[in-house]
């Protein structure tokens, strides 16, 4: 323990790069040093920026760091000998990666060497055979001892065992290494002693201190003193690695002087590391030095071995064999992800950083360098850092809704010859952002519903699409709130928030409102939610659910009208005129009108299309004074709906003849009426000389004397139309009000009507007859105004009705 204390130091350099030595076989879990406070950071700090070790080629890690401490422990037992070999000198490099910002340190882990290994000759009898002509102080090399480790561990002494005839002296080589020589100190007598046995002992200088011994066998042959001499001192070569096996490295040559068997060489290897021992082979005749094992440069670029040359008779000589191990482009780079983040937002800006990448390549030289692409168009790059580190950066705008994700390739090219690369292919992903707001399917709705439809039915389906993902794109639907005809919006319609169907909350009626316009509102899940808006036009179809109204003649039951139709009236004469409304619209207000009951059927006909009642031929005296027609009014709907009427004309010339309306009455009254007949005709007869009277004054205000008074008028009065059948769109039945002038020429049986402008405020209400006008305090009413004309000329004259119809209005009605 006070060894390793000794042992630990730390440097920090002035680039911020921190050296540590260690000794060699510290346990796994073994603290090399607080690498924080060395860097300056806290082991918090250290943690959370992803702190970890990388080395250059990719070899082993034999260190790890604790990152709640912030320190460097060793990861796994280090054999100084296995991994540097004789090297004097054992270091391990690695690169300290911290993240956000990217930062390298340089870590150096210096491995110092113990005595952990004794010194070992390679053989356990070292064979001498000296001759007895041997001169005092004649020199014999003996075997090396071998010792693993290095400086003061390696071998540092030999010893001999005392004994009458040999020292021993100790050398250096030109590498510093220690061997053995037998100095013959007193000559030999074969005769006397014909072997020698000797212990030879090689140690060290560890603490504590190691040895070994081998057994010297001394054989006194006859004298031989020459040695073998190698044609080099040194032997240098050059070796490209994956060399095949059985490839001819080198061959030792060496001579000796002496003849026969004294003369003969042969070779074998001396102090030969393990290493050596796997990978080379020497063949003992020719001194060819083969290759028996992979030579791989990115694991060892140097071997180093001594060869012995020895004659027949034990005389020898070493040489050092050096080979060098050249580079070949034998790997190709390697990509390293560092960090990679799981997804980049889509509103990222040009320049994020996405991820980490590290290139390494085992060669050397030239075939070391690497150039690093993205292949493809895509908008991220690499960006260069320290060493063969690259940072991947956004270089454009990100789309999730175009592009989710993106398969990078990585392509890694060394400088070699021939060049070689490799590929790597990442996934960076997009994350969605609430960027997109829904988009409806078209730009505005319509939809067309029928009245009268059922509550809860659909009226039609808005959809609308937003590209986001998850919530972000899912859409719900609300009706922005407004109102209809001064109702909100909402009691009418409904939306299904999910799926965007609008139902109909109540039944439509055309005849109400023909149309409404609803907002929807399309939005989204995200944060801050996204909307759009879309305009949905809903219109009412009209349904044939309403009967024409026939607004003259009065529809009422207990009343009737009665038109005056002069006897001079000719073939086609207007005679009355049957004004019937719908509110419905299109086809299913087209009106159709027909006679269906007639007490003359050929004298008059009806327009299909106007209503307008002609006379069919001219009245002769001969024709009934009372005509009844019974008129169906029929729209043209599916299935088509009809109303009828009742027409009452009055055949007559003169007013005198009007209390004979006492029998049209009749035939449309009960017999329960007759008293009041009798009384509504009396009352006509006391008022039926004040008319005579009255009309003989306007004859003489005017001195001029129409032909006939109702040649060929008739007056109809306008009814009130409600807003249903005269819009302004022109979609109701009636397109303008029916009001008439007539237009006669004195002495002309023909008459002519024209339309004029409509009674807007002076007309009488639907389902009455003729009143007194308001304010009017005279027995009489405004009637309508005629112009007449004679030899050309117009004059125009007022006609007063006399109050005769009050009483049978009033019989009417009861």
């Known amino acids: 323990m006070i060894y390793l204390v000794m042992c630990l130091s730390v440097v920090n350099t002035v680039f911020g790069d921190v050296s540590y030595t260690i000794p060699e076989e510290l346990k796994r879990g073994s603290v090399v040093g607080n690498l924080a406070k060395d860097i300056g950071l806290d082991a918090k700090t250290l943690s959370s920026r992803k702190a970890r070790l990388n080395t250059d080629d990719g070899s082993k890690r034999y260190f790890e760091i604790e990152r709640n401490a912030g320190t460097l422990i060793v990861g796994d037992a280090i054999d100084r000998e296995e991994l540097c070999g004789s090297r004097p000198s054992c270091s391990l490099k690695y690169q300290l990666v911290l993240e956000k910002p990217l930062e390298i340190h340089g870590i150096s882990v210096q491995i110092q060497d113990i005595n952990d290994n004794a010194p070992q000759f390679s053989t356990d009898l070292i064979n001498l055979e000296i001759q007895e002509s041997a001169n005092k102080g004649t020199q014999f090399l003996l075997s090396e001892a071998h010792d693993?480790?290095?400086?003061?561990?390696?071998?540092?002494?030999?010893?001999?065992?005392?004994?009458?005839?040999?020292?021993?002296?100790?050398?250096?080589?030109?590498?510093?290494?220690?061997?053995?020589?037998?100095?013959?100190?007193?000559?030999?007598?074969?005769?006397?002693?014909?072997?020698?046995n000797l212990i030879l002992t090689a140690f060290d200088n560890g603490t504590p201190q190691k040895s070994a011994s081998v057994v010297i066998h001394i054989n006194v042959l006859d004298a031989n003193d020459n040695v073998p001499v190698f044609s080099q001192p040194i032997y240098r070569v050059e070796l490209p690695e994956n060399a095949p096996l059985d490839t001819v490295v080198v061959t030792v040559s060496a001579t000796d002087a002496d003849e026969g068997i004294n003369g003969e060489v042969t070779y074998e290897l001396s102090r030969v590391p393990d290493k050596v021992a796997r990978t080379f082979s020497l063949d003992k005749a020719s001194g060819q030095i083969k290759v028996t094992g992979p030579i791989d440069f990115e694991k060892e670029n140097i071997y180093e071995m001594r060869v012995q040359a020895k004659d027949g008779l034990g005389s020898a000589s070493n040489v050092k064999v050096i080979i060098?191990?050249?580079?070949?482009?034998?790997?190709?780079p390697a990509i390293v992800v560092q960090s990679l983040n799981d997804a980049v937002p889509e509103n990222s800006v040009a320049g994020?950083?996405?991820?980490?990448?590290?290139?390494?390549?085992?060669?050397?030289?030239?075939?070391?360098?690497?150039?690093?692409?993205?292949?493809?168009?895509?908008?991220?790059k690499l960006n260069p850092s320290i060493k063969n580190y690259y940072s991947i950066l956004t270089t454009g705008e990100l789309d999730r809704e175009f592009i989710a994700y993106y398969n990078l390739t990585i392509t890694a090219i060394d400088e070699g010859t021939p060049p070689l690369s490799s590929f790597k292919t990442i996934q960076i992903s997009v994350s969605d952002v609430n960027d997109n707001p829904p988009v409806f399917e078209h730009q505005s709705y319509s939809a067309y519903v029928t009245e009268n439809n059922k509550p809860g039915s659909s009226v039609c389906s808005v959809t609308a699409r937003d590209p986001d993902w998850r919530q972000n794109?899912?859409?719900?639907?609300?009706?922005?709130?407004?109102?209809?005809?001064?109702?909100?919006?909402?009691?009418?319609?409904?939306?299904?928030?999910?799926?965007?169907?609008?139902?109909?909350?109540?039944?439509?009626?055309?005849?109400?409102?023909?149309?409404?316009?609803?907002?929807?509102?399309?939005?989204?899940?995200?944060?801050?939610?996204?909307s759009s808006n879309v305009t949905v036009s809903v219109f009412i179809t009209d349904e044939n659910d309403n009967s024409p109204q026939i607004l003259y003649p009065t529809p009422e039951v207990n009343s009737f009208m009665t038109e005056m139709v002069p006897k001079a009236a000719l073939s086609g004469s207007l005679v009355s005129k049957v004004i019937a409304v719908d509110a419905d619209s299109g086809q299913n207000a087209w009106l159709s009108y027909q006679i269906v009951k007639s007490t003359d059927p050929g004298l008059f006909t009806i327009g299909l299309h106007s209503g307008e009642i002609r006379a069919q031929r001219d009245i002769s005296e001969s024709d009934s004074m009372k005509q009844n027609l019974v008129i169906s009014v029929k729209d043209n709907g599916q299935p088509s709906l009809s109303t009828t009427c009742a027409v009452y004309l009055l055949i007559s010339d003169n007013l005198a003849e009007v209390p004979e309306l006492k029998d049209m009455s009749y035939e449309e009254s009960n017999s329960k009426l007759t008293s009041y007949l009798i009384i509504a005709l009396v009352s006509v007869s006391t008022f039926f000389l004040t008319f005579i009277i009255l009309i003989v004054a306007i004859r003489i205000c005017h001195r001029r004397k129409p032909r006939?008074?109702?040649d060929g008028a008739v007056a109809i009065p306008s009814a009130y139309l409600p807003p249903n059948y005269a819009d302004v769109d022109g979609t109701g039945t009636l397109r303008s009000a029916y009001n008439y002038d007539a237009y006669m020429t004195t002495g002309s049986r023909t008459s002519d009507f024209k339309f004029v402008t409509s009674y807007n405020d002076n007309t009488l209400p639907s389902g009455t007859t003729l009143k007194r006008s308001p304010g009017d305090n005279s027995d009489c009413l405004n009637f309508t105004s005629l112009d007449f004309t004679e030899n050309g000329s117009k004059f125009s004259t007022l006609v007063i009705a006399v109050f005769f119809w009050a009483p049978l209005e009033i019989a009417g009605n009861v």
Not at 356 to 371: C, E, L, P, R, T
Not at 489 to 510: M, P, Q
Request: glycine share 6%; aromatic share 8%; net charge negative.
């Open 324 to 332: 060098e191990i050249t580079d070949v482009n034998d790997n190709a």
């Open 352 to 380: 994020t950083e996405v991820g980490i990448i590290n290139v390494q390549d085992k060669d050397s030289g030239s075939n070391q360098h690497i150039h690093c692409t993205i292949q493809g168009n895509v908008p991220f």
């Open 148 to 196: 693993a480790d290095v400086l003061q561990n390696a071998v540092q002494g030999y010893s001999l065992e005392k004994n009458d005839h040999f020292s021993l002296q100790i050398r250096t080589n030109s590498d510093g290494m220690k061997y053995s020589e037998l100095v013959m100190e007193k000559e030999l007598d074969r005769e006397q002693q014909q072997e020698h």
């Open 473 to 530: 794109g899912t859409v719900f639907y609300s009706l922005l709130p407004s109102e209809v005809n001064g109702v909100p919006v909402s009691s009418y319609v409904s939306i299904n928030g999910d799926t965007g169907v609008i139902h109909a909350l109540r039944a439509f009626d055309y005849e109400q409102f023909r149309s409404f316009k609803v907002q929807v509102v399309a939005r989204d899940n995200g944060s801050p939610p996204l």
């Open 708 to 710: 006939l008074l109702f």
